[in-house]
């Protein structure tokens, strides 16, 4: 969409708010509504006001708030794939890699993977995350049954010590729901994985300092819709802008399809 239509959109459902109004929640609520069900698992109580709406604006690094929503939407999509992916939050894939600073232990990571893989079915296929450096900088996992790998997308590329050590705990999470799997589904599974961790994907690269978080968001994005990211055309801020219309274009959907429900 063209970057005055998408600027038109997120004003218009801005307008008429005050900066501590919710624009969007999970479950969906709408302006006078109560809070309607939703299958919204491990991102339950998440909501954007309009001022984190505001934050997201400036040209300064998107904080998990904005993120998260399009996580949450992005998951509600997945539920109805011919694929099952899981979509984890934010804080999901922090509890078994770095939590206010300091990297978890191997135990207490162990654990925090459980967790998050009993809030999946077994089925599911795929695992899609962001990871967050140092509060400055965002980077995307994933994990493929089907191919058997695990890959890290860095829109600045480079390495180092705390890239290494989220592959490494991305290569635990992959072991952990292969065992869960074959638990669960002892028939199906023959062969033993080989899981491989292959290289960084490193492009498109961002061309500003401020836009990690949404080129990495978008790369989540890009890989679940089998859009090929490196293909387009980037621009950073347009990312950012066409995010929030996504949050909020997809919020008006399940507001829309839950009143029709009611109705």
């Not at 954007?48 to 939407?73: I, S, Y």
């Not at 819709?225 to 909020?248: K, Y």
């Amino acid at each position: 969409m063209p970057v005055r239509t998408l600027a038109g959109a997120v004003r218009d459902d801005m307008a008429g708010r005050l900066l501590g109004d919710c624009v969007w929640a999970m479950p969906p609520v709408g302006r006078l509504s109560a809070a309607t069900s939703w299958p919204h698992g491990a991102f339950g109580g998440y909501s954007v006001n309009v001022h984190d709406v505001c934050d997201a604006g400036r040209r300064a690094f998107v904080t998990n708030v904005l993120l998260d929503g399009g996580l949450a939407e992005l998951h509600s999509r997945c539920g109805t794939a011919s694929l099952p992916i899981s979509v984890l939050s934010s804080s999901q894939s922090a509890s078994f890699t770095t939590v206010s600073g300091s990297e978890v232990s191997l135990q207490r990571a162990v654990q925090s993977i459980l967790d998050v893989l009993n809030t999946w079915d077994a089925s599911v296929d795929r695992f899609v995350m962001l990871f967050n450096i140092g509060n400055y900088h965002w980077i995307a996992g994933s994990i493929s049954f089907l191919s058997r790998s695990v890959v890290l997308y860095d829109s600045m590329g480079g390495t180092s010590s705390t890239k290494a050590f989220i592959l490494s705990r991305l290569l635990l999470f992959a072991r952990h729901a292969e065992l869960r799997q074959r638990a669960v589904y002892p028939d199906s599974v023959v062969e033993h994985f080989k899981w491989r961790a292959d290289k960084e994907v490193n492009r498109p690269m961002q061309q500003d300092n401020h836009n990690c978080g949404l080129f990495a968001f978008g790369h989540i994005w890009c890989s679940i819709h089998g859009v090929d990211f490196e293909s387009l055309s980037v621009v950073g801020d347009h990312l950012r802008l066409s995010l929030l219309h996504f949050v909020f274009e997809e919020r008006a959907r399940a507001s829309s399809a839950a009143g029709a429900e009611a109705a």
